[in-house]
């Protein structure tokens, strides 16, 4: 009876440690596609403004588009202007 507990607690003991590795080795994949996931949403972003400044220039090139060219450079300079009152605080 005391073999059989004593066999039955080794494999707990192993199963245990079989777990441990296994979560550990799970937290570094997600940790690595957490990385991986930041590096593309900083692609993402950096792609999202060159399209901005794309439309902005093909904008710029009829006469109707320098109204929103105009437009939208106004309001970027009211954003940084309130980037810039928030840095000041």
Do not use: P, W
């Amino acid at each position: 009876m005391i073999t059989s507990i004593d066999f039955k607690v080794k494999r707990f003991i192993e199963q245990h440690n079989e777990i441990k590795k296994n979560l550990s080795e799970y937290q570094n994949k997600i940790q690595e596609l957490k990385t991986i996931n930041d590096q593309h949403q900083k692609t993402i972003n950096e792609l999202k403004d060159k399209i901005k400044l794309l439309k902005i220039a093909k904008s710029a090139e009829t006469k109707e588009g320098a109204v929103d060219a105009k437009l939208k450079i106004n309001e970027m300079v009211r954003e940084i202007d309130k980037c810039i009152g928030l840095l000041n605080r």
